[in-house]
């Protein structure tokens, strides 16, 4: 079974800051890993992925994430926040089957606080 | 441009009535999710539907049902028998693997 850990679910940080949402999961076979943020009032918007290529991944908005499989760790990161930034993010693993029992899993959530 | 519709973005429900979300999507997904969204509480499953006519209960799927009569349409019906119906409603798809899943913009449901 997956699972999926944020850890801290609510971070403040002042703007131009750097951002670090820490995400940790666990999964029997080499995962997918994903990114979203959620606006108020609106749906999920990806963000970045994993897909076994780069470890490194950079997305949208700045924000670049590194998979570290001896840490079993998706952390998030941006080097300088923006009010804009403010948001909740999602970190969800997938074990990237397809078929009938295709689902993500996902954290529950850490709202990003940015401070003038 | 394709993607997942969701309607209406608010909805307001008496005590005692069903009501029905829609949700629709031109990306040619075979798989969709209904999650539910509650402050504090992350995503929870409800139902999904991997292909037409079939689907499976998600985590919490007591009180609602579905119908997955098409493959662009997966509405979600909140009975009477939800006690605590009030709540985001997101709709989700995907074709699987590496794609992760879309979102829709959500459906705030709240009971009067």
């Known amino acids: 079974a997956q699972s999926v850990t944020q850890l801290g679910s609510h971070v403040s940080v002042s703007e131009g800051a750097l951002v670090l949402l820490r995400c940790n999961y666990s999964s029997s076979v080499p995962p997918y890993l994903f990114w979203y943020v959620q606006y108020p009032n609106q749906g999920l918007q990806l963000l970045l992925k994993?897909?076994?290529?780069?470890?490194l991944v950079k997305g949208i908005n700045g924000f670049e994430a590194e998979f570290k499989k001896s840490e079993t760790s998706f952390h998030l990161t941006k080097p300088s926040a923006h009010m804009s930034d403010a948001a909740e993010y999602f970190c969800a693993v997938s074990d990237g089957g397809g078929g009938s029992n295709y689902k993500l899993t996902f954290g529950k959530g850490t709202l990003l606080t940015v401070n003038p | 441009d394709g993607g997942i519709t969701q309607s209406p973005k608010y909805l307001f429900r008496k005590e005692g009535q069903n009501v029905t979300l829609s949700c629709e999507q031109n990306l040619n997904h075979d798989a969709m999710y209904w999650y539910r969204q509650d402050p504090g509480q992350g995503l929870r499953l409800i139902y999904y539907s991997q292909i037409v006519n079939d689907f499976q209960k998600g985590d919490i799927a007591e009180g609602y049902s579905v119908s997955r009569e098409k493959k662009e349409s997966f509405p979600l019906t909140v009975t009477s028998a939800q006690k605590n119906p009030t709540a985001f409603y997101l709709c989700?798809?995907?074709?699987?693997?590496?794609?992760?899943?879309?979102f829709g913009s959500g459906t705030r449901l709240t009971v009067v």
């Open positions: 989700a798809s995907t074709i699987g693997g590496s794609k992760g899943y879309t």
């Open positions: 994993y897909t076994s290529a780069a470890t």
